[in-house]
T-cell receptor, first 116, second 115 residues
């Protein structure tokens, strides 16, 4: 069965610090997709990134970077030089080709607070 | 480019009542999925609609039903409301393609409170 674990429930950092959000997943499917979403207090889930299981290349987008490692079933998210606007709940999610590629399984989220 | 819209924003109902939530997908999208997010939890998949049919369903009882209209908009209906149905209901849209997954884009959600 599929599972997404975000062990960090809450993280607090001081502005300009770097922070890494952990995500560990379980799946039996050989083709799967990983996502990160941001949920600010307004409630809307904002798409950040999608990764396919056959593409382990790490990605950097501005202050955001993602480290995908199939060997450890992890898809970690790093924010460099954090800002107050980064404060939100961040969700890691998984979808599998076998169970329906549009069915997202979410972790329980990590609440990030950036202190000015 | 219009994003996903949902209505109403907030809703208060009492146990046993019925509720209908509405969603309009992002421009160009044809698939709508619904998720329930309880407080402090991640969203849980309810079901997905494509070509006006329910294509996939999560672990939710038959009290949860839906509909998709020819213009791709969708409704989520919940009958015989329970206190445990209190949650944020999120709608997501995507463009369906064969043998691929498409990124889902979410609306702002409807906050349902059952008293």
């Amino acid at each position: 069965a599929q599972k997404v674990t975000q062990a960090q429930t809450e993280i607090s950092v001081v502005e300009k610090e770097d922070v890494t959000l952990d995500c560990v997943y379980e799946t039996r499917d050989t083709t799967y997709y990983l996502f990160w979403y941001k949920q600010p207090p307004s409630g809307e889930l904002v798409f950040l990134i999608r990764r396919n299981s056959f593409d382990e290349q790490n990605e950097i987008s501005g202050r955001y970077s993602w480290n995908f490692q199939k060997s450890t079933s992890s898809f970690n998210f790093t924010i460099t030089a954090s800002q107050v606007v980064d404060s939100a709940v961040y969700f890691c999610a998984l979808s599998e080709r076998q169970t329906g590629a549009n069915n997202l399984f979410f972790g329980t989220g990590t609440r990030l607070t950036v202190i000015p | 480019d219009a994003g996903v819209t949902q209505s109403p924003t907030h809703l208060i109902k009492t146990r046993g009542q019925q509720v209908t939530l509405r969603c309009s997908p992002k421009s160009g999208h044809d698939t709508v999925s619904w998720y329930q997010q309880a407080l402090g939890q991640g969203p849980q998949f309810i079901f997905q609609y494509y070509e006006e049919e329910e294509r996939q369903r999560g672990n939710f009882p038959d009290r949860f039903s839906g509909h998709q209209f020819p213009n791709y908009s969708s409704e989520l209906n919940v009958n015989a409301l329970l206190l445990g149905d209190s949650a944020l209901y999120l709608c997501a849209s995507s463009l369906r393609r064969l043998a691929a997954t498409d990124t889902q884009y979410f609306g702002p959600g409807t906050r349902l409170t059952v008293l």
